[in-house]
T-cell receptor, first 113, second 113 residues
Framework: NAGVTQTPKFRVLKTGQSMTLLCAQD?????MYWYRQDPGMGLRLIHY???????AKGEVPDGYNVSRLKKQNFLLGLESAAPSQTSVYFC????????????FGAGTRLSVL | AQTVTQSQPEMSVQEAETVTLSCTYD???????LFWYKQPPSRQMILVIR??????QNATENRFSVNFQKAAKSFSLKISDSQLGDAAMYFC??????????FGQGTRLTINP
């Protein structure tokens, strides 16, 4: 059972570089989310999507863009990476029928030098 | 805005003993969900237990149970018969609707053999 898959698992960027994190879920979930986790803190919501073609801002959206062109995929983009974006990024998804349960991917550790 | 507070950065317990992790939250809503997530060193976020605010009965999942005090806005997790595999970061989280989980700062639980 794949569930929620995030790629890549690790990445090192230089300041100013761009990259895209991919999240894929095979559970036919309508809702998808991107969180970041900084040391000593819980997860904070960056952006989320309530369905294909829709996106919305979360708690900490600045410096990130997202797209949901296909229901199963949710992309997180960093156009010009900054050291403050060094973090662990988690993707999650949930069903329209059980919105309160979110299933998480294994995370992507990103370092921006 | 909703906030979640975990006042115990670290806890330790002897194997086979019982430990309680504390969580308080702030909300003006009457209908919401509360969760405990476990994050082992693998980084995977694992749902341990959830509580629906409109239910007075405390949730239980095998060795894990909660003490939900709605008026006091308190949601503690009790782990009975602690096992080495229970060692992890534990996060308390609040959810209203399908939009975002609000996480506490986490409690690192150590199990002493």
């Amino acid at each position: 059972n794949a569930g929620v898959t995030q790629t890549p698992k690790f990445r090192v960027l230089k300041t100013g570089q761009s990259m895209t994190l991919l999240c894929a879920q095979d559970m036919n979930h309508e809702y998808m989310y991107w969180y970041r986790q900084d040391p000593g803190m819980g997860l904070r919501l960056i952006h989320y999507s309530v369905g294909e073609g829709t996106t919305a801002k979360g708690e900490v959206p600045d410096g990130y863009n997202v797209s949901r062109l296909k229901k199963q995929n949710f992309l997180l983009g960093l156009e010009s990476a900054a050291p403050s974006q060094t973090s662990v990024y988690f993707c999650a998804s949930s069903s329209n029928l059980a919105k309160n349960i979110q299933y998480f991917g294994a995370g992507t550790r990103l370092s921006v030098l | 805005a909703q906030t979640v507070t975990q006042s115990q950065p670290e806890m330790s317990v002897q194997e086979a003993e019982t430990v309680t992790l504390s969580c308080t939250y702030d909300t003006s809503e009457s209908d919401y969900y509360l969760f405990w997530y476990k994050q082992p060193p693998s980084r995977q976020m694992i749902l341990v237990i959830r509580q629906e605010a409109y239910k007075q009965q405390n949730a239980t999942e095998n060795r894990f149970s909660v003490n939900f005090q709605k008026a006091a806005k308190s949601f503690s997790l009790k782990i009975s018969d602690s096992q080495l595999g229970d060692a992890a970061m534990y996060f308390c989280a609040y959810l209203k609707g399908a939009q975002k989980l609000v996480f506490g700062q986490g409690t690192r639980l150590t199990i002493n053999p």
